[in-house]
């Protein structure tokens, strides 16, 4: 069999849309985008951007980006952390993220997903144990999936299963040669729900292991001071090693891993796919670094963001549409239907203007599908209200896919 044979019987879930180019997946983009954007000479309001706090063209992050660009070019220091990939501007920004976070020290990260399904690799070996939410994002799963030891699923956000799985686990595991990691996503990006972090530490408490929590979506928008899902439930000294990415509030690329002393010094030399590929260019090391900046300095963003969250969440539930169990900025529309009845919501949305995700199997479990839908800083009382009568006009049209099964009956208060 040669590889053109063999591809004839292996195409992927996602594939079948092949034929939806430009209008489901690889959209052009052309020009800005922010809570407005053109797209084929139309204007629409964006809800697919994780851009939650509106600092991904903010003017003095461009400038700083744009003026190391001009001086050293857009890929500089160009080479791995280890030899000459490393400049002040790195370790300034791993200490401002150390000192913001409470925590002994930082690495960064070229880019989320790479760098932490290494490091998940770099912190286990053969003797551990992984214990992780079925829900977690593909780059923690893809750590497991190299996982030479023993690994166990958790049934998502299902805290008694987890202590089920642990309970299993310590059958076979010896406390003197390995640990026990327990792996979650601080707040899930499909249906924006967080982890019950309060709840796993108590099980901390009790069994003793590793907790790995991959704050992505949460770091920059929980929290009094927005540190993160940990800051919101009261446990940041609790989770031992804390990844997030810079792609959502931060608006910009690459991440970031803070744990302890000891445990940094660690993966610095440790991880493989920071070892062997380049280190985040300056670039962007600079204008994350001002938008950090920015962030603490104008905390009345997460307000807002706060404000439009709360206003859009409420315009929906009061419409009767299901938004699952969502508890922060990331909405999902869960389509009461076929995956076809969602591609009829989302193309009916992009006819009156509005502009989102459809996300179906594999990315969410089989047989259901959503819309997934983000509030940021930068959408304004308009932008949230047009969109709204959008589904007001949906919610008519398609009475029964954007119904709620669970309150078919019931008057939603808000
Ligand atoms: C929870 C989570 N972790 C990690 C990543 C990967 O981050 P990056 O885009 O920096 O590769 C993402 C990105 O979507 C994410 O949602």
Not at 216 to 241: I, L, T
Not at 337 to 362: C, K, M, N, W
């Amino acid at each position: 069999m040669d590889l053109l044979q063999k591809l004839e019987h292996r195409t992927t879930v996602l594939q079948q849309y092949i034929a939806y180019r430009g209008s489901l997946h690889h959209l052009e983009l052309k020009g800005k985008i922010s809570s407005r954007m053109t797209f084929d000479d139309k204007e629409y309001i964006v809800w697919c951007l994780n851009d939650y706090l509106g600092l991904m063209h903010h003017p003095e992050s461009v400038a700083a980006a744009t003026e190391v660009t001009r001086l050293y070019g857009p890929s500089y220091p160009h080479s791995v952390r280890l030899t000459i990939g490393h400049t002040q501007a790195h370790d300034d920004l791993e200490l401002t993220l150390s000192n913001f976070l409470g925590r002994e020290d930082t690495m960064l990260v070229n880019l989320g997903y790479q760098g932490f399904f290494s490091i998940v690799d770099a912190l286990t070996d053969r003797h551990d144990t992984i214990i992780y939410d079925q829900k977690c994002h593909a780059c923690l799963i893809d750590g497991v999936r190299i996982h030479n030891g023993r690994k166990f699923a958790f049934k998502h956000n299902n805290v008694e299963h987890l202590e089920m799985q642990i309970k299993r686990a310590l059958k076979t595991h010896n406390p003197n040669n390995g640990i026990i990691l327990v792996i979650v996503d601080g707040l899930y990006s499909m249906h924006g729900e967080l982890a019950p972090l309060d709840e796993i530490v108590k099980l901390k408490k009790k069994y003793n292991f590793t907790f790995l929590v991959d704050d992505s979506h949460a770091f920059g928008v929980f929290g009094d001071n927005g540190k993160g899902s940990p800051e919101y439930f009261g446990v940041e000294q609790e989770v031992d090693v804390f990844l997030s990415t810079f792609t959502k509030s931060f608006g910009n690329l690459g991440g970031f891993v803070s744990a302890d002393k000891k445990v940094i010094d660690y993966l610095r030399f440790a991880v493989r796919s920071q070892i062997f590929s380049r280190t985040m260019p300056l670039p962007m090391v600079t204008g994350v670094q001002k938008n950090l900046d920015i962030f603490l300095k104008e905390p009345e963003r997460r307000t807002r963001l706060w404000q439009n969250t709360r206003r859009f969440r409420n315009g929906l539930l009061a419409l009767g549409v299901n938004i699952g169990n969502s508890q922060s900025p990331i909405i999902p529309i869960k389509i009461n239907g076929t995956h076809q009845d969602g591609l009829d919501i989302y193309f009916g949305l992009r006819e009156l203007g509005i502009f989102s995700y459809i996300v179906a199997y594999p990315v969410v479990a089989k047989g259901t599908c959503l819309i997934r839908m983000v509030c940021t800083y930068n959408h304004t009382e308009a932008d949230i209200d047009e969109t709204l009568n959008a589904f007001k006009v949906l919610k008519k049209k398609y009475p029964e896919s954007l119904s709620n099964p669970r309150n078919r009956n019931r008057n939603i208060s808000v």
